[in-house]
Nanobody
Framework: VQLQASGGGLVQAGDSLRLTCAVS????????MAWFRQAPGKEREFVAA????????NYADSVKGRVTISRDNAKNTLYLQMNRLNPEDTAVYYC????????????????WGQGTQVTVSS
């Protein structure tokens, strides 16, 4: 499974952004996927996860209500829609595959994309 994240950028507080993760590999449709983020000087933290069929989702408390994770297995793509962004959302965002919608620790995911930078100015 290979992952490539894109869609990051510089936005203002209150703006929206949609991240995309293009996925290749024969088995990705059968595994859960997630988004993590890592700010400078901080550990990588869980943002959201989704089950293999999209039926179950899980969100970090810090983004619940502002962020939606989704996947389109036909298009081999994972999405993260982020609304009402604030400066605390500034980080490199990574897509990951291999866990379940209940897995919130990075070690549960075997496959990682390269990350995309999101910067939110106040």
């Amino acid at each position: 499974v290979q992952l490539q994240a894109s869609g990051g950028g510089l936005v203002q507080a209150g703006d929206s952004l949609r991240l995309t993760c293009a996925v290749s590999g024969r088995t990705w449709r059968t595994v859960g996927m997630a988004w993590f983020r890592q700010a400078p000087g901080k550990e990588r933290e869980f943002v959201a996860a989704i089950s293999w069929n999209g039926q179950y989702t899980n969100y970090a408390d810090s983004v619940k209500g502002r962020v939606t994770i989704s996947r389109d297995n036909a298009k081999n793509t994972l999405y993260l829609q982020m609304n009402r962004l604030n400066p605390e959302d500034t980080a490199v965002y990574y897509c990951a595959a291999g866990g379940s919608s209940y897995d919130i620790t990075p070690s549960k995911y075997a496959y990682w994309g390269q990350g995309t930078q999101v910067t939110v100015s106040s």
